[in-house]
Structures are given as C-alpha cells and as structure tokens.
C-alpha cells in the first residue's frame, strides 16, 4: 500500500509497527487505564506534526499551559501553540502558528457564545449545559479550523486533531457514548483529517469508560500495566488491536516513559521492529 499517506505518531517503534504511520484520513483511538502514557503518546503525535500540517489538540482534562509544560518535559517544544480561549477573549490577533490548543476548562465562560456563533442553539439560547459537552468540541474544533485557516484550503489540506480525551463528553450520561461518538464522526469525517483519541480503560470490568468509541475508530492501540502486585513493579505494554488500510505488527510491545524522550521500546528490540517493517514493506496489502 506504498501509495496511502501515513501520519506519523512523533514514536519511531510505533511507526514501524504500523508500517510508517497511521494512514491519512484514519481515526486512531489509544486506550488504556490512567498511567500508561496515552497523554504522552498524543503530545507526541502533535509535536511530531505541527511544522507540517495543522494540528487541533482538544485537552477535555488539562489546561492549556499543562499541555505545553508537559510537552516540554519530552523535548517537544509546543510553545508557539495558542489557546482558542485566548483567541476569542482577544488576547491573541495574529495567530502565526500551526496549533491550536482547545482546553475545555478555559471556555468556561465562552462556550455559549462560541455554541451560538457555530449556529449551535435553540431558541435563541446555547443548546449545552457544560463547556465538557460534545456540542462546545465541535464547536471549537470548527472556529480552530477557522483560525488555522483550514476552510480556506476547501478541505484538501491535512489536518490533525487530538482529542485528550473523549471520556469527559458523556461522563454525564455514559450510555450515550455510542450516539455522541457517531455523532462526532460524522462532523467532523473528512478524507484529510486524521484524528487520534484517548479514552480511559476500567481494569476491574475490561472495557473502555463508555462503550461506543471503540466502533467508529479505524485503528486501535490498547496499553496496560502488568499486574503491579505480581511484577512488584511497573511494565507497560501497549498492541496494536485493529489498524484499517494497513498492515500492523501483531505482538505485544513492552515500553518505559523517559523523561526527555518519551515512550520508549524495551522489547522486542527496535531492530527486530525494524527489520518486521521492511521485509512486509516489499508488497505490503491493507487489513480491514
């Protein structure tokens, strides 16, 4: 498939085991339970993307400066990025940057008027209750594109967007995680837009908070901790469950988070990953 565009995820071991990256136009969901690093993985991705192409990153769980410091703690220098709250307060005129960080908490007090400038209301009044809603990310993911100039590119224009993560959008009413979620798809499917998300995995039942993001993703890369009381210490894996138009490696990975570096590979080796990538890169098919 040496045709389809790939979007790297900022993870050298990662890209290989997805045969160079996730394919352009691809929704990539990352599950896993608090700790194992899915934050990281997204920052990661953002910043491996930002001189390229527009990147939207949707923090629904930390401020936008939390978003830049933590980033900077990996070597990935976000601090061109601006805050949609600061562009619609006025604080920001001239945005001359290729990301725009969305933070849920900082459109506390825009959201209406952001809800009603989308056309977002009812009867005159902003439909939403909560700046966490799924109507205020699609808004603010719609005026980012505004922002960064996407619309003006008629769609053709790749796109990143970073949700981090879809949790807190029906953390009022999990049994409507299925509709919102299909919901979000729908607005916001273009064949130039890739979208990578985060949603939280409960160990104690086995399944993502909310079941329904799972079947509107093209590819899934579920992570976890091996049993701490067991191991008396903390090993992180992470596979790659599903990936759309692409083959993928099929084994589990076992990685570290470092500072300055990120998510790291500790077995197999990233020479065997290597070596898997370019022996299936010679007349690779897709995989649904």
Known sequence: MSEIRRISLGVDWLDYALMGGVPRGNWLLVTGEPGVGKSILAIQAAGANVDAMPVVFVSTETRFYDVVRQ?????IDLSDAVSLADVLAGRVKDVKTNLVVIDLFGLARQYRELLRAGGEEEGGKARAKSPLSMEVVLAAIEKAYEVLGVAEEGGRKD??????????????????????????RQR???PSVTVIMTNQYAPTTGMTFGFGAEHIADAIIHMWFEDVESTREIRRWLIIKKARLTNHYKKAMRYDIEPGRGLVLLEPSIEELRKWYEGNSRGSSGEE
């Open 71 to 75: 980033a900077s703690q990996f070597n």
């Open 188 to 190: 916001l499917y273009r």
């Open 159 to 184: 796109v990143l967007v970073v949700i981090d993560s879809l949790a807190p959008m029906w953390a009022h009413a999990p049994a409507m995680a299925r509709l919102i979620t299909y919901r979000l």
